[in-house]
C-alpha cells in the first residue's frame, strides 16, 4: 500500500499536522524555557514537591545585588548608584535596599504577652536541670558588658527569658543598616575591613518573560563592567539571572547548531547533485519531521522545552538519511520513481522500525524534557520517513550523471579482524569510564556566577533549599512535639561540629505540652524565692519586681500555632507548610553540614516517627545514576532486540554482520569518552541510543541494497553521515556540559559507524567485483 | 597627553558622584587624637552600669584582652565571673555564641581606635563629634547603623594621652561606664587568650 504513489497523501498528512499547530498555537502553547522544567518528576511525595517549593518559590522571583568596598560608606554609595541602574533598567518592580526592623520588632513586642509560657529550647532545658546554676548566670551576665536588645526592657524581662526565646530569630549575618543601605561585615572572610551593601531587586515578571527577553544579562555584564571602572567588587545572585544565563545560551546553541548543520547539508546536496530540486526535496523532508515532530509533541505534552528543540535539531541529521538514501538511489542509470522506491523501501523500513524504538527508549529516562525529545524525535522520523516514501517519488526526477565511486583503502580487511582488532583498542578507554550523576551538569551557568552565589549564600548565612528534614504529623500539636523531639539531636551536631545551624518552627513555637512545662518552670522561679532573689540582688525595684512576679504566676495563656505564626520571623514562617486531608507538614533546615553530617541526619530522621530525610538534588542525581545504570541495560536489550528481528528477515550469520555495526561504534564512542575523560553521565547513553539507530541505519541501507544498488547507498551513508557529524560535532562545542558530552560521545560514535557499515559488507558473490565499497 | 587630558576630563566628570557625600564629616580627622598604635593591649577595667529600673548601679571589676585582629575579650572576675568575647563573627557569651546585630558588636572598631590607634576607622561606624574637655580629648560616637537607634544611643570616648574611659548610653536610658587601668602592650599573645579566641572562632557559623 505505501509504495503505490497516490498524490493526495502526502498534502493530506501535512495538512493535519498544520491544522494541530494552528489549534495548538492559537490556545497558547508555547516553548518552555526554565531549566527547573528539566528535573524529573521528583521523588512523588506530595509533602517533599510542596515543601521544595515553598522553600524555593520566594526566591524565583528575586536577584540580590552586593557591592564590596573596604568602608561601608563606600559601598552604600555603589549600591545606591547601581540601584539607580536598576531602576532605570525597568527590569526590576520592586527594589528595596534596606530592611525597616520596626514592624518586627513591633510583632515581637506581642508575643511578650505570652513570655510566661515562651522559653528557648536551652531554657528549658537548664531550668529544669538546674536552675539555681541558671540564675547564677544570668546574674553574673548583668555584671559584664551586655547591652539590651532593644525589644524589651529589663523591667519587663529581668533574667532575660524572652530575650533568650527571641535570639534564634534575630540570628543572621547581623546586616546594619548604614545610609541606608544595609551593610554586611565581611572583614572576618577577607582578613582585612570589608563590606557588602546589598539591594534586593524583584523582576517585573516571571522569570520566563526575563529569560526570553534577555536584558538581565546585558544588565548584569554592564553592571560587571561599571562595578570594575568603580573599583568596587560586585556579586549577584538570583534565580532569574541563572535561568536567563541557561536560556540564553541555549537559544543561541540552536541557532548556531541548526543554522550550520542546514548550511552543511545545502552545500553538501549542491555539491552532488548540481541541482536545487534534490536540495528542496530534503529540506521538505527536514521541514515535514520538524513540524510533524513538533505537532505530535504539543499534542502529547502541551508545551515544549527548548531543550527538546536542541536536541530534536538532530532530527534534522537523521531524517536526511532517508532523503538521501532514496535521491542517492536515483543516480542509477535507467532509474524510475517506482523502481527507486522498490529499490530503498526494504531497507528504509528496517531502519525506521529500529530508529523509531531506539529513540523511544530515551522516553523510560524520569526527565520531563526527555521524553518530550523521545516523542519529539520518534514522530518527527516517521513524518520524515512518510515525506520520503510519499512525496519523493512523486518529485524527484532521474539523474543526469552516475554516482561517484568509493574507494577505502581497506576494504579487504577481514571483518573478524577489524572487530578483533576494535575490541582490542577499545577496552582500556571502557575502564577509564568515570561516571558523574550530578544533576548540576544540567545547567550551563558561568564560574563567575557559580561563585557569586556560593559567597552570598555564606554571607547571608543561608539554608540550604535542597535538603531538610520534613516531619509530618496527623495534627498540629504532634508535628510541634516531634520536632522538640528532634532538637536535642540537632543540637549536638551542631556541638560536634557536624552542622553550623538548623532551624525548625519549634524552636520558637513550643508545644501546649512544653508550654504547659515551661508555665511550671516558670511558676516554680515565682514559688520557690529565686526570682525574687534574683531580682533583689540585682537591685531592681520593688515595684517593678512585684509587677514581674505577677506575671510570670498569672493563669497562662497559651499561646496557638496560628496566632504564633502571626508573629514569629518569616524565616520561621516559611518552614510552616501546614495542614492538608489531615496531614500537617513542617520543615527543618540545616545550614553548613559536614561531609559526614548527612548519615548523621538520616539516622536522627530514622529514629524519630513522622520525619523523613530529604536530599533532593542528592535524590536526582540518585536518579540519573540509577537511570544510566538502566539505559545500560535498556541498550543492550534495544541491540538484542534488534539482532532477533534481523536474524529472523536476513538470517542470522547477516544479522550479525549488521548488528556488529552499532555495537562495535557504540565501543569507540565510549572509548573515546574514556580516554579523553569527558563527562559520563545518563546523557551518553543517551548519544549510545542515537548511535544505535543510526548506526543500525547505515548497515541497513548498505546491506540492503542490491549489488547495483550499493554504489549509490554508499554515497548515501557517507553523505548522512557526513551532515550528521556536522551537526552533532556542534553539540560538543555546546556550554552545557551533558549537551557537550552529548556531541563528544556522538561524533566518534557516527564516524565509526559509518566506516563500519562500508566495511560490513556482506559476502561477495564470486564476479561481482569489489567495485561496490 | 590627549589620553591623559580625556581621563582628567573623566575623573571630573565622575568626582560629584564618586566623592564622599554628606554621610562623611570631613574635618573628623582634626577631632581625633593622635594615640600610639598597638597590636595587642592588656588591662584592668572597671565597670559601672546604670539602668533606670534599677536602684544601685551594678559595679564589677576584671580584665580584657584587645588584639587588632581577633578582637576584644572581656572578662569580669567580681563579683561574678563572666566571659565576653567580641570578634568579627559575633559574640560569645561564656561559650554561647550570639549571631546578628548587637549594640556590643560595635565595641570592636572602638577598642581599634583606641588602642591600635585606627582612628579614621570608627567613622566607617559613627558619626563622630568632638565634645568638651577640660583636659585631654573626648568624642562622641553616634551609631550610623540604623537598625541599632533602639538599642544604642550614642558612645562617650575620652581620655588624655592614654585613654581613659569609654561611656555606652542605651537607648532605654541605660548606662554603662568602662574604666581602663593598668595598661600594657605585649608583643604576643598569652595562650590562655589564644584559645578563647580559637574556641570563640570555632563555634563561629
Not at chain 1, 170 to 196: K, L
Request: net charge negative; with cysteine.
Amino acid at each position: 500500500m505505501l509504495t503505490k504513489l497516490r498524490p493526495s497523501l502526502w498534502p493530506g498528512l501535512m495538512a493535519l499536522v498544520g491544522l494541530i499547530l494552528i489549534v495548538q498555537f492559537g490556545r497558547g502553547a508555547g516553548l518552555q524555557t526554565d531549566l527547573h522544567a528539566l528535573l524529573p518528576d521528583g521523588p512523588g511525595d506530595p509533602g517533599v514537591v510542596a515543601a521544595r517549593q515553598q522553600l524555593t518559590e520566594p526566591f524565583a522571583r528575586t536577584t540580590l545585588w552586593l557591592t564590596g568596598a573596604d568602608s561601608p560608606g563606600k559601598a552604600a554609595r555603589a549600591a545606591r548608584r547601581l540601584a539607580e541602574k536598576l531602576h532605570d533598567s525597568g527590569l526590576f518592580n520592586d527594589i528595596h535596599t534596606d530592611i525597616d526592623s520596626a514592624p518586627v520588632r513591633e510583632a515581637w513586642r506581642e508575643l511578650l504577652q505570652w513570655q510566661r509560657v515562651l522559653l528557648s529550647p536551652a531554657d528549658h532545658r537548664a531550668l529544669r536541670d538546674d536552675p539555681e546554676r541558671f540564675i547564677r548566670h544570668r546574674l553574673a551576665e548583668q555584671y559584664g558588658l551586655t547591652g539590651s536588645a532593644g525589644v524589651v526592657t529589663l523591667a519587663e524581662d529581668p533574667l532575660g527569658l524572652f530575650q533568650r526565646y527571641l535570639s534564634p530569630m534575630m540570628e543572621g549575618p547581623g546586616a546594619a543598616v548604614i545610609d541606608g543601605m544595609m551593610i554586611i561585615d565581611a572583614g572576618d572572610r577577607r582578613g582585612e575591613e570589608y563590606y557588602f551593601a546589598m539591594l534586593h531587586a524583584s523582576v517585573a515578571d516571571d522569570a520566563f518573560a526575563v529569560s526570553t527577553n534577555p536584558p538581565l544579562l546585558a544588565l548584569w555584564q554592564q553592571a560587571i563592567e561599571w562595578a570594575e571602572a568603580q573599583d568596587v567588587a560586585l556579586h549577584v545572585t538570583g534565580a532569574p539571572v541563572f535561568t536567563a544565563y541557561g536560556s540564553a545560551s541555549a537559544s543561541r546553541e540552536i541557532t548556531l547548531i541548526g543554522g550550520i548543520s542546514l548550511l552543511a547539508i545545502i552545500s553538501l546536496l549542491l555539491w552532488r547533485f548540481r541541482s536545487p530540486r534534490p536540495l528542496l526535496l530534503t529540506l521538505t523532508v527536514i521541514g515535514a519531521g520538524l513540524a510533524g515532530g513538533l505537532a505530535t509533541s504539543l499534542l502529547v505534552f502541551g508545551q515544549l522545552h527548548l531543550i527538546t528543540l536542541v536536541f530534536g535539531a538532530t532530527v534534522i541529521g537523521v531524517s536526511v538519511d532517508y532523503a538521501f538514501h532514496y535521491l542517492c538511489d536515483s543516480l542509477r542509470p535507467g532509474w524510475t520513481p517506482q523502481q527507486g522506491l522498490h529499490h530503498v523501501l526494504p531497507g528504509l523500513r528496517l531502519a525506521l522500525i529500529t530508529s523509531v524504538l531506539a529513540f523511544l527508549s530515551l522516553a523510560i529516562a524520569p526527565f520531563p524534557a526527555l521524553r518530550q525529545v523521545a516523542v519529539f524525535t520518534a514522530s518527527g522520523l516517521i513524518f520524515s520517513w512518510l515525506t520520503v516514501i510519499w512525496l519523493l517519488p512523486l518529485l524527484t526526477l532521474p539523474a543526469s550523471a552516475p554516482a561517484p565511486r568509493l574507494r577505502l583503502p581497506v576494504r579487504r580487511l577481514r571483518w573478524a579482524w577489524i572487530c578483533l582488532a576494535l575490541l582490542a583498542a577499545c577496552l582500556p578507554g571502557l575502564f577509564m569510564l568515570e561516571a558523574r550523576d550530578d544533576i548540576h551538569l544540567l545547567y550551563a551557568a558561568p564560574d563567575r556566577l557559580v561563585s557569586d552565589d556560593r559567597l552570598i549564600g555564606e554571607l547571608l548565612q543561608r539554608t540550604e533549599g535542597s535538603y531538610f528534614l520534613l516531619v509530618s504529623a496527623t495534627d498540629e500539636e504532634t508535628l510541634l512535639q516531634r520536632q522538640e523531639a528532634l532538637l536535642p539531636g540537632l543540637e549536638a551536631l551542631v556541638n560536634e561540629g557536624r552542622l553550623q545551624g538548623y532551624r525548625a518552627p519549634a524552636e520558637v513555637i513550643p508545644s501546649q505540652q512544653r508550654q504547659a512545662e515551661n508555665a511550671t518552670l516558670t511558676s516554680e522561679l515565682v514559688t520557690s524565692g529565686r526570682l525574687r532573689e534574683y531580682m533583689t540582688q540585682l537591685g531592681l525595684g520593688e515595684t517593678h519586681a512585684r509587677a514581674h512576679e505577677t506575671v510570670m504566676s498569672a493563669p497562662p495563656q497559651w499561646l496557638t500555632p496560628d496566632a504564633a505564626l502571626r508573629h514569629v520571623d518569616p524565616r520561621y514562617r516559611q518552614l510552616w507548610l501546614g495542614c492538608e486531608e489531615q496531614t500537617c507538614r513542617a520543615l527543618v533546615t540545616v545550614r553548613g553540614m559536614a561531609p559526614a553530617a548527612e548519615s548523621a541526619l538520616q539516622t536522627l530522621a530514622g529514629e524519630h516517627p513522622g520525619v523523613q530525610w530529604v536530599n533532593y538534588v542528592g535524590d536526582i542525581s540518585q536518579g540519573m545514576r540509577e537511570h544510566r545504570r538502566l539505559s545500560l541495560v535498556m541498550l543492550s536489550l534495544a541491540l538484542i532486540v534488534a539482532t532477533a528481528v534481523l536474524a529472523f528477515l536476513l538470517g542470522p550469520r547477516q544479522a550479525l554482520r549488521v548488528i556488529s555495526v552499532p555495537v562495535l561504534a557504540i565501543l569507540v564512542s565510549l572509548a573515546v569518552v574514556g580516554y579523553s575523560g569527558a563527562l559520563f553521565s545518563v546523557f551518553n547513553l543517551m548519544a549510545l541510543l542515537l548511535i544505535v539507530g543510526v548506526g543500525i541505519d547505515y548497515a541497513l541501507f548498505y546491506h540492503c541494497a542490491d549489488r547495483e544498488g550499493r554504489r549509490s547507498a554508499a554515497l548515501a551513508v557517507t553523505m548522512a553521515a557526513a551532515t550528521t557529524v556536522l551537526a552533532f560535532g556542534l553539540l560538543a562545542f555546546s556550554q552545557t556540559p551533558v549537551i557537550s558530552a552529548f556531541g563528544i560521545t556522538l561524533v566518534p560514535g557516527l564516524v565509526a559507524a559509518w566506516l563500519l557499515a562500508l566495511l560490513a559488507r556482506p559476502p561477495e558473490h564470486p564476479g561481482t567485483g569489489a567495485n561496490a565499497g | 597627553m590627549k589620553r591623559v587630558l580625556t581621563a582628567v576630563c573623566l575623573v571630573m566628570l565622575c568626582w560629584p558622584l564618586t566623592a564622599p557625600g554628606a554621610d562623611h564629616n570631613p574635618p573628623a580627622d582634626s577631632v581625633l587624637p593622635e594615640l600610639d598604635a598597638h597590636d595587642i593591649t592588656r588591662g584592668e577595667f572597671t565597670q559601672t552600669r546604670r539602668l533606670p529600673e534599677l536602684s544601685r548601679p551594678l559595679r564589677s571589676s576584671g580584665r580584657f584582652v584587645h588584639d587588632v585582629d581577633h578582637g576584644i575579650i572581656w572578662q569580669v572576675l567580681e563579683p561574678a565571673p563572666s566571659t565576653l568575647v567580641i570578634t568579627p563573627r559575633g559574640l560569645y557569651q561564656d561559650g554561647e555564641h550570639h549571631s546578628g546585630a548587637n549594640p556590643m558588636t560595635t565595641l570592636r572598631p572602638v577598642f581599634r581606635a583606641l588602642f591600635s590607634g585606627d582612628m579614621a576607622r570608627l567613622e566607617d561606624h559613627f558619626e563622630v563629634t568632638a565634645g568638651e574637655a577640660g583636659e585631654g580629648w573626648t568624642l562622641e560616637l553616634k551609631p550610623r547603623d540604623s537598625s541599632l537607634a533602639s538599642a544604642l544611643q550614642k558612645i562617650i570616648l575620652s581620655g588624655d594621652d592614654y585613654p581613659q574611659q569609654v561611656v555606652i548610653k542605651d537607648g532605654d536610658g541605660g548606662r554603662t561606664e568602662l574604666r581602663f587601668a593598668a595598661i600594657e602592650h605585649p608583643d604576643t599573645l598569652d595562650e590562655q587568650s589564644l584559645q578563647a579566641f580559637e574556641r570563640a572562632h570555632k563555634t563561629a557559623p
